[in-house]
């Protein structure tokens, strides 16, 4: 990770972030940072903004109002710098399909002009962890889902950056696989990396994240530890039941479970 | 849980009719997908009525293309009969045969052209399984996986069915005046066009198959690459004879006549084959004077109608088994140990645009393309030329240097979805174009090497003609990268956007337009400054080098501005 020594500041520091879609207001006045060490976990319902988000901090999407730095640099005008620093897991399956992981690992070594010696042992070791071998050959596009999302995050770990921005990077992963890229990114916490983590799969959010964000609307609702955001809300139990209270979806999804269960009755068809 | 749940019945033909059409529909859109999935401004609404406009536009221009032919192709057996096409009137008949013969070979040719890639899609999207979700009997399923492939390509295969057999038969008519022979040409045309579609339809099967489990779904190793390059020359061969037949047509069936007279019976084995049996048997239908009873050609006409059901059988079955996973449709291959390969950047942006472009035939034919067009004309020079002017070297040249004009943006829309990957890259968008526009200027060096071959042939009047065949090259590359710059400022405010050809279809043209402007500028500098010299009274020798000046002081404006161009449109 020897790119985060050169960098200053912490990994990233989003300020007053809004991004609108013609009318509509996809992250409104967002505010967060990241540090270093830790995992910063953004969580929303779907269509909260968290995409939008990443995309902004990622330097993939200019902000419509606001500011972001990774590591001290503005992505939007100092892309380079901040691209190489950062390891994205987007929420689809942004690769080269027709290439096989072979070419496309090649492909992104030589953009990033990484050490081929040092790169090899790296992207050999992932490629064992993940039980990737059989498929390093094959297109792109004719892998399975979660092989994809496998090529996925060996692309974005394969020059081991100091900040990892992941768009909820288990889906389709099997638990072996989970387990291995949790390791994974605990060792990177280790080596003083951070990450920012983006998803709706909220056990594995609860059980991954120092800090949380938890966004509806475009807009920060509640942010803390989970401990912090339980008392926050003055929820109990699980961070389901901290989110659902957050986002004040708790009593309106208690009664749309009581619908259902009315609706779906036996009797009813009877 | 309904009770309900789990029952089947018996399809009507209706029904499986209009089903089919939602899985050929699922197949347009799904392969619409693949290519654009990166898509960040077109709503899935609207790339559904994208892939369904696109496919009827298709449909409507095969068919139109099509039915162009078959009014040709009737054009040129009414000329036969009529004794106005060369043919000796005894062996009138022979031409008949071959005209129905070629019509019948280009329509499955025409078919397998443009059918192979839809086809591969309807394996790799797996369409054909959509039918074993819904409620109907097995025999159904198989069914709906033909009728969803057929769908594909219906009004194609109608057109064929039908376009021909009717201009036939009111050619036949117009002859003989008597509806008999009329008719029953027409019907054997029907039969023969059906029998052609039955075939095709297996070929492209089993040719998709080979294409995707070979190529597609295979690794990059590098007998892969070879069977994948032999595979894109085999097609482009064919399609430039196709291309080629179609332009030398009036050459074509006298000659084949004329050598079935002359080299008979050898070439009468010939009938016995396909397409020309096909021929024999409708020229011996339609009753056409001088045709020898050539009954047997009956039974091989069988034979092939034979084979066609076959052919759609096995296709029925083989569309019902990819769909239930009984066939297999990947193939394994040896793993190899990891490697890692680091080049530098610009090496590897070209390699990696270079295998993209490549891996399906329908891109890797545009790098065949702007060559393709030199062939009609250095076929025409070869046999009308005694020696080659600088003025001919110029006419050879200009239409694939600006054809290449256009590639920036075909560069732009092979990386697809990829580009929305490549925006993640820790790379100046500059350097991203240096690159198209480097591989744009790869492609360009055939031209000189082309004007090189052609003077092996002929002999060229003035040496200047080898510098200007040279100067394309810079031509193309100032060209290829001022439109991308152009294109990269209007379409992405300056930076790298996800490409989408549905999405920029009207900004693509104009940017083509501008590269197709710059390209001809240097060569508009040449004739500018070669009239003035000439003009001034100065030998034609030293015109054609002043205009050779011209043309380096044309790229050398146009390197200027595209250097003044990036610096103020782009943004890192």
């Known amino acids: 990770m020897t790119q985060a020594v050169k960098g200053n500041g912490r990994p990233i520091i989003a300020r007053?972030?809004?991004?609108?879609?013609?009318?509509?207001?996809?992250?409104?006045?967002?505010?967060?940072?990241?540090?270093?060490?830790?995992?910063?976990?953004?969580?929303?319902?779907?269509?909260?903004?968290?995409t939008t988000t990443v995309k902004m901090?990622?330097?993939?999407?200019?902000?419509?109002?606001?500011?972001?730095?990774?590591?001290g640099f503005d992505p939007l005008n100092q892309p380079i710098e901040v691209k190489s620093r950062i390891g994205l897991v987007p929420e689809d399956h942004i690769l080269y399909e027709s290439l096989t992981p072979r070419e496309f690992f090649d492909f992104i070594a030589s953009i990033r002009q990484l050490d081929q010696w040092e790169t090899k042992q790296r992207i050999t070791s992932l490629v064992d962890a993940f039980?990737?071998?059989?498929?390093?050959?094959?297109?792109?596009?004719?892998?399975?889902?979660?092989?994809?999302?496998?090529?996925?995050?060996?692309?974005?770990?394969?020059?081991d950056p100091p900040?990892?921005?992941?768009?909820?990077p288990f889906s389709g992963l099997d638990a072996r696989t989970v387990r291995v890229f949790k390791d994974i990114l605990n060792i990177h916490l280790e080596n003083g990396g951070g990450i920012l983590f983006s998803s709706h799969i909220l056990e594995v959010a609860e059980s991954l994240c120092d800090r949380i964000g938890i966004i509806d609307d475009g807009k920060m609702v509640a942010e803390g530890t989970v401990d912090e955001l339980r008392e926050m809300v003055k929820a109990h139990g699980s961070l389901e039941e901290i989110f659902l209270r957050a986002?004040?979806?708790?009593?309106?999804?208690?009664?749309?479970?009581?619908?259902?269960?009315?609706?779906?009755?036996k009797e009813n068809k009877r | 849980?309904?009770?309900?749940?789990?029952?089947?019945?018996?399809?009507?033909?209706?029904?499986?009719?209009?089903?089919?059409?939602?899985?050929?529909?699922?197949?347009?859109?799904?392969?619409?997908?693949?290519?654009?999935?990166?898509?960040?401004?077109?709503?899935?609404?609207?790339?559904?009525?994208?892939?369904?406009?696109?496919?009827?536009?298709?449909?409507?221009?095969?068919?139109?293309?099509?039915?162009?032919?078959?009014?040709?192709?009737?054009?040129?057996?009414?000329?036969?009969?009529?004794?106005?096409?060369?043919?000796?009137?005894?062996?009138?008949?022979?031409?008949?045969?071959?005209?129905?013969?070629?019509?019948?070979?280009m329509g499955f040719s025409f078919l397998i052209f443009w059918g192979i890639m839809v086809s591969t899609s309807f394996i790799s999207t797996n369409a054909a399984s959509i039918g074993h979700y819904l409620p109907v009997s097995r025999a159904d399923t198989g069914t709906l996986a033909l009728l969803g492939y057929i769908r594909l390509f219906d009004s194609q295969m109608v057109s064929l069915v039908v376009f021909f057999p009717l201009a036939y038969g009111v050619v036949i008519y117009l002859?003989?005046?008597?509806?008999?022979?009329?008719?029953?040409?027409?019907?054997?045309?029907?039969?023969?066009?059906?029998?052609?579609?039955?075939?095709?339809?297996?070929?492209?099967?089993?040719?998709?198959?080979?294409?995707?489990?070979?190529?597609?779904?295979?690794?990059?190793?590098?007998?892969?690459?070879?069977?994948?390059?032999?595979?894109?020359?085999?097609?482009?061969?064919?399609?430039?004879?196709?291309?080629?037949?179609?332009?030398?047509?009036?050459?074509?069936?006298?000659?084949?006549?004329?050598?079935?007279?002359?080299?008979?019976?050898?070439?009468?084995?010939?009938?016995?084959?396909?397409?020309?049996?096909?021929?024999?048997?409708?020229?011996?239908?339609?009753?056409?004077?001088?045709?020898?009873p050539l009954w047997i050609d009956l039974l091989v006409v069988l034979l092939y109608g034979g084979l066609a059901i076959l052919g759609v059988r096995w296709a029925r079955n083989f569309l019902q088994g990819v769909g239930t996973g009984n066939i297999a449709v990947s193939s394994t291959g040896v793993v190899r140990p990891v490697s890692l390969k680091v080049s530098r950047v610009g090496v590897a942006l070209l390699r990696k645009d270079i295998r993209i472009a490549t891996r399906t035939p329908g891109q890797a034919i545009m790098f065949f393309l702007p060559f393709l067009t030199m062939i009609p004309v250095l076929l025409q020079f070869t046999f009308n030329l005694s020696v080659v002017h600088v003025s001919?070297?110029?006419?050879?040249?200009?239409?694939?240097?600006?054809?290449?004009?256009?590639?920036?943006?075909?560069?732009?829309?092979?990386?697809?979805?990829?580009?929305?990957y490549t925006m993640t890259l820790p790379l100046p968008t500059k350097r991203i174009l240096l690159a198209k526009a480097h591989l744009i200027t790869l492609m360009s060096i055939v031209i000189p090497v082309l004007v090189l071959a052609f003077a092996l042939i002929k002999p060229f009047t003035n040496p200047v003609s080898f510098l200007i065949a040279f100067s394309m090259v810079p031509t193309v590359y100032v060209s290829a990268y001022i439109s991308l710059v152009f294109f990269t400022r209007f379409v992405g405010g300056g930076r790298l956007i996800g490409f989408e050809i549905g999405q920029h279809i009207t900004q693509m043209i104009l940017v083509g337009l501008l590269g197709a402007v710059f390209a001809f500028i240097p060569i508009a500098f040449f004739g500018l400054f070669w009239f003035m010299t000439a003009l001034a009274g100065f030998v034609v020798e030293l015109a054609h080098f002043v205009g050779l000046a011209g043309l380096w002081i044309g790229i050398l404006f146009n390197y200027l501005l595209g250097k003044l161009f990036a610096r103020f449109f782009l943004i890192s």
């Open chain 1, 16 to 50: 007053d972030l809004v991004r609108n879609f013609g009318r509509t207001v996809a992250v409104d006045h967002l505010s967060f940072e990241v540090r270093a060490g830790e995992i910063y976990g953004l969580l929303g319902p779907n269509g909260a903004g968290k």
């Open chain 1, 57 to 71: 901090v990622s330097g993939l999407l200019p902000p419509t109002q606001g500011e972001v730095e990774v590591f």
């Open chain 1, 131 to 159: 039980e990737f071998r059989d498929h390093y050959d094959k297109p792109i596009a004719a892998l399975s889902h979660g092989n994809r999302q496998k090529a996925s995050i060996l692309s974005a770990i394969i020059h």
């Open chain 1, 163 to 168: 900040l990892l921005v992941l768009d909820e």
């Open chain 1, 247 to 265: 986002v004040q979806q708790d009593t309106e999804v208690a009664e749309t479970v009581q619908a259902l269960r009315k609706a779906l009755a």
């Open chain 2, 1 to 105: 849980m309904s009770d309900t749940a789990g029952a089947s019945r018996k399809l009507s033909w209706r029904e499986a009719w209009g089903i089919a059409g939602r899985i050929a529909l699922e197949v347009q859109f799904r392969s619409a997908l693949a290519m654009n999935a990166g898509s960040m401004t077109q709503t899935i609404e609207k790339q559904i009525d994208r892939a369904r406009s696109n496919a009827r536009f298709n449909k409507f221009t095969v068919s139109f293309f099509i039915g162009m032919l078959a009014v040709i192709f009737g054009v040129i057996v009414w000329l036969t009969l009529s004794g106005t096409y060369g043919a000796p009137p005894e062996f009138q008949w022979i031409s008949v045969a071959f005209t129905v013969s070629i019509f019948s070979l």
């Open chain 2, 175 to 292: 002859i003989f005046g008597s509806a008999v022979p009329a008719v029953l040409g027409a019907l054997a045309c029907l039969i023969t066009f059906l029998i052609t579609v039955g075939l095709a339809i297996a070929v492209m099967l089993i040719l998709a198959l080979y294409f995707y489990t070979r190529i597609q779904t295979s690794g990059g190793s590098r007998l892969n690459n070879i069977i994948r390059i032999l595979f894109i020359i085999l097609w482009v061969a064919a399609i430039m004879g196709f291309s080629l037949s179609f332009q030398l047509l009036n050459i074509i069936i006298p000659l084949l006549a004329s050598l079935s007279i002359q080299l008979a019976p050898i070439w009468n084995i010939l009938f016995f084959g396909y397409p020309f049996s096909m021929g024999t048997f409708v020229v011996l239908a339609s009753g056409i004077p001088g045709t020898p």
């Open chain 2, 392 to 420: 001919d070297v110029i006419i050879f040249i200009v239409i694939p240097t600006v054809m290449l004009s256009f590639y920036s943006i075909f560069f732009l829309s092979v990386e697809a979805r990829g580009m929305a």
